[in-house]
Nanobody
């Protein structure tokens, strides 16, 4: 399984970004997928997940600001980040969730999101 996240960058507080994750080596359409993030000096945390049927789940700190979606035909996972805050600064990763901050596959390429105040 290979998972590569893209789309990070530097944005001012209140701004938006759209992250993408390209997945290969798995049957993408039948798997629940998730986004995680790791802020500097902190442990990786769960951000959002989306099931094969499109059901979504978010950690409380991003509810109403982030939107997870998927395109099964493109084998791509997305995360729309709106109303960004400095505390959203982190490296963002995608993976198949296993529970909490634990994921099923090796951590692939993440993408850095930096939110300036």
């Amino acid at each position: 399984v290979q998972l590569q996240a893209f789309g990070g960058g530097v944005v001012q507080a209140g701004g938006s970004l759209r992250l993408s994750c390209a997945a290969s080596g798995l049957n993408f359409r039948i798997n629940t997928m998730a986004w995680y993030r790791q802020a500097p000096g902190q442990q990786r945390e769960f951000v959002a997940s989306i099931s094969s049927s499109g059901a979504t789940n978010y950690t409380d700190s991003v509810k109403g600001r982030f939107t997870i979606s998927r395109d099964n035909a493109r084998r791509t996972l997305y995360l729309q980040l709106d109303s960004l805050k400095p505390e959203d600064t982190a490296v963002y990763y995608c993976n198949r969730p296993s529970g909490g901050a634990v994921a099923r596959d090796s951590w692939g390429q993440g993408t850095l999101v930096t939110v300036s105040s």
